[in-house]
C-alpha cells in the first residue's frame, strides 16, 4: 500500500458525459501528479500539481483539467468524452516538486467509455 | 513520438539474469528512474540513477551512462513474482515526465 488513495476504483459512462477522479496524497506529500495508461500503453504524463499550483504539463487534452485543493487532495475532470479516453487512470504523489524517485503511485481508477 | 526505447518484451527462466537496457533522447536530463508494474496493478519504484554507475538494491540493480544516454536495469536471481512490466522513466526540462513504452518481462519455471 502506497499510501495514496484514488476513488473511484472502476467508472462506466457514456460518450459525451463527464467525471471526475480523486485523489489523495501521501500523508505529507505536496506534490500530485496525474497519468493516464490505455490498454498495452505505457504511462503518458498528464499534469502536476504542487502545493495548490500547477507545477508542469504533460499531454493533457483540452476536454481535461485537474485541480489541487488546500488540504492537498486533487481531482481530475474529464468532460466530452470519448471512446478513446477509456484508461487507467493513475495518480502519484511525492514529497517535493522534482523528485522522479519518490513518485508513490495510487491503485488506479479504470475508466470505461461506451 | 516516444523518447525513450525499451524492449517490448523479454524472457527468462527462474534463477537467471537479465537486463533490459533504456535508451533516452531528452534535453535537460535529471536521471533516469526504473518502475515495476504487474498486471492489472500500480507502478512502484525501484530504482534511480542521477550519476554514471551502478546503483544495487537488493537483487536490482540499475546501471547509467549519461554520456551514452543509456541504462539498464539488471535483475538477478529471477523468482516468478518478477514477472511483469519494467519502465524507465526520465524528467525532461519544464519537469515534464515521460516513462518509456515498457518491457515486459516473463520468468519461466
Known amino acids: 500500500d502506497s499510501g495514496v488513495t484514488q476513488t473511484p476504483k472502476h467508472l462506466i459512462t457514456a460518450t459525451g458525459q463527464r467525471v471526475t477522479l480523486r485523489c489523495s496524497p501521501r500523508s505529507g506529500d505536496l506534490s500530485v501528479y496525474w497519468y493516464q495508461q490505455s490498454l498495452d500503453q505505457g504511462l503518458q504524463f498528464l499534469i502536476q500539481y504542487y502545493n495548490g499550483e500547477e507545477r508542469a504539463k504533460g499531454n493533457i487534452l483540452e476536454r481535461f483539467s485537474a485541480q489541487q485543493f488546500p488540504d492537498l487532495h486533487s481531482e481530475l475532470n474529464l468532460s466530452s468524452l470519448e471512446l478513446g479516453d477509456s484508461a487507467l487512470y493513475f495518480c502519484a504523489s511525492s514529497l517535493n516538486s522534482d523528485r522522479l524517485k519518490t513518485q508513490y503511485f495510487g491503485p488506479g481508477t479504470r475508466l470505461l467509455v461506451l | 513520438g516516444q523518447s525513450l526505447e525499451q524492449p517490448s518484451e523479454v524472457t527468462a527462466v527462474e534463477g537467471a539474469i537479465v537486463q533490459i537496457n533504456c535508451t533516452y533522447q531528452t534535453s535537460g536530463f535529471y536521471g533516469l528512474s526504473w518502475y515495476q508494474q504487474h498486471d492489472g496493478g500500480a507502478p512502484t519504484f525501484l530504482s534511480y540513477?542521477?550519476?554514471?554507475g551502478l546503483e544495487e538494491t537488493g537483487r536490482f540493480s540499475s546501471f547509467l551512462s549519461r554520456s551514452d544516454s543509456y541504462g539498464y536495469l539488471l535483475l538477478q536471481e529471477l523468482q516468478m513474482k518478477d514477472s511483469a512490466s519494467y519502465f524507465c522513466a526520465v524528467r525532461r526540462d519544464g519537469q515534464n515526465f515521460v516513462f518509456g513504452p515498457g518491457t515486459r518481462l516473463s520468468v519461466l519455471p
Open positions: 540513477n542521477a550519476l554514471d
